[in-house]
């Protein structure tokens, strides 16, 4: 929802040339007043917004990308888009800083040493590395980068090899076969040392970038992990083939997993790297100040699905995969929206009716599923429930804000039935996290207000 003045009732101001400010897809320029902003060409952009939050009939979230365009005869050309990083003011006026590509200051990237990589494909590793997604990265000569085979080649934990084998689609290789793969690699001792592994997992991949090559051979590698624990937990004494099982436990608890490192090498130009793939977070701190508003001392009594939405979501902050993030978030969601009541839709003269009309033709077991269907008639979908919740907690929120939950849902669904492979946005899902911490914040809130309320007991 936008705020407009009175005198601005026929949109006249809006279609002249203006400064635009929005906090995911929120416009809030009606309440901004004062935007600067600083684009050198060897700097990180910034940004500041001075707002009026009084005037403002909508939430700011602080967690929400924020963007500022100008806007001239209904065409908008975007100046700026980051991160908020710091809030600060008093009463409701508030100045809010922001930052460009804060990922590349939130993130470090993990060792790195690397041969005949072109600038552009180093330059392209290192913005992904830092939380850039694809669409966001313009880099001039990716294009020209040759198509060929690559090694991706991985030490693996908790696996012993004496000879080579094939298994899952890859191989297994000793240590003495990787030595030569280092050649031409400027590596230290420490690094070394650190990938050396009485067991390696080696595949072959087709691709024109080191990145896509790495990251198709780690998913085939994680894959072939996964199911050798599969195979070791299996445990009936019947194989599928009705073959014995040969069975040592200790073996049998072992989990094979991929250690973080991997080496690349292009066959045909030689380009490749030994790195580590996974960024790491920076540690941060947060100073706790008792009387600061952020932090409220006291926790009121709460349900068991209260307290296991908190969980939830405190799980969700510590989750390194996004879709796992996303899983966490529904499920805080699904322990705040369990209590809610909602209207039945169907009467029992209504389930009668219906039950009524069906043909004598039906066999016992589809009278027994029809049944059973008729029996979730009355099951609300969870954002309904989730809607009749937050209108009993009083919580700020925007269709926006739930369409980009139900967003983040939908995209975990599509991967898990395997219809897309696409991730979720970092910051989409910062921005969910934040919006779930709004609901239980708002919760806890009003158990507070309720409990003081309450007269106190006579001694």
Not at 77 to 100: H, K, M, N, P, T
Not at 320 to 328: F, S
Request: glycine residues 6%; proline residues 5%; aromatic residues 6%.
């Amino acid at each position: 929802m936008t705020s407009k003045p009175e005198f601005d009732a026929l949109g006249l101001l809006s279609a002249r040339r203006h400064t635009s400010v929005r906090f995911g897809s929120t416009e809030a320029e009606f309440c901004v007043t004062h935007v600067s902003m600083k684009n050198a060409l060897n700097d990180i952009p910034d940004a500041q917004v001075d707002l009026d939050l009084s005037v403002a009939d909508f939430p700011v979230d602080y967690f929400s990308m924020m963007s500022i365009a100008i806007v001239d005869g209904g065409q908008r050309s975007q100046q700026f888009l980051g991160s908020i990083v710091r809030a600060y003011g008093a009463g409701s006026d508030v100045s809010i800083e922001a930052v460009g590509a804060v990922s590349l200051a939130e993130k470090l990237m993990g060792d790195m040493v690397t041969r005949n990589i072109p600038g552009a494909e180093l330059v392209y590793t290192l913005a992904r590395g830092a939380g850039f997604s694809e669409s966001a990265l313009r880099i001039q000569g990716l294009e020209n980068l040759p198509c060929e085979t690559f090694e991706v080649i991985a030490p693996i934990d908790d696996v012993d090899v004496r000879a080579p084998t094939t298994f899952a689609n890859l191989k297994l290789i000793t240590a003495d076969m990787v030595e030569p793969m280092l050649d031409g690699l400027d590596i230290t001792d420490d690094l070394r040392d650190r990938y050396k592994a009485k067991a390696y997992a080696y595949t072959l991949v087709t691709a024109r970038r080191c990145l896509d090559a790495e990251e198709q051979g780690l998913a085939a590698i994680d894959l072939a992990m996964a199911w050798m624990t599969v195979r070791l937990r299996y445990g009936l004494a019947v194989l599928p083939d009705g073959g014995a099982l040969s069975f040592d436990r200790g073996e049998s608890l072992a989990r094979p997993r991929r250690r973080d490192l991997v080496v690349v090498r292009g066959l045909t130009t030689l380009r490749g790297w030994l790195r580590s793939p996974d960024s790491v977070e920076r540690t941060t701190t947060a100073v706790f100040n008792p009387n600061a508003l952020r932090f409220n001392p006291l926790l009121p009594e709460l349900t068991m699905q209260e307290r296991l939405a908190i969980l939830a979501l405190a799980r969700a902050t510590q989750e390194r995969h996004p879709l796992a993030q996303v899983q966490a978030i529904f499920e805080s969601i699904e322990f705040y929206a369990s209590g809610a009541t909602v209207p039945e839709l169907f009467s029992k003269a209504d389930r009668r009716q219906l039950r009524a009309v069906l043909p004598d033709s039906l066999t016992n077991a589809q009278r027994k599923r029809i049944e059973q269907l008729m029996g979730d008639l009355n099951s609300a979908p969870l954002r309904l429930r989730l809607a009749r919740v937050m209108d009993d907690d009083e919580v700020p929120i925007t269709d926006e804000e739930l369409d980009l939950l139900w967003k983040l849902r939908q995209l975990r669904n599509d991967v898990v039935h395997g219809r897309r492979s696409d991730l979720p946005a970092a910051e989409d899902v910062e921005y969910g996290i934040s919006l779930v911490a709004r609901m239980l914040v708002h919760r806890v809130a009003k158990i507070s207000r309720n409990l003081a309320k309450k007269p106190m007991p006579l001694r």
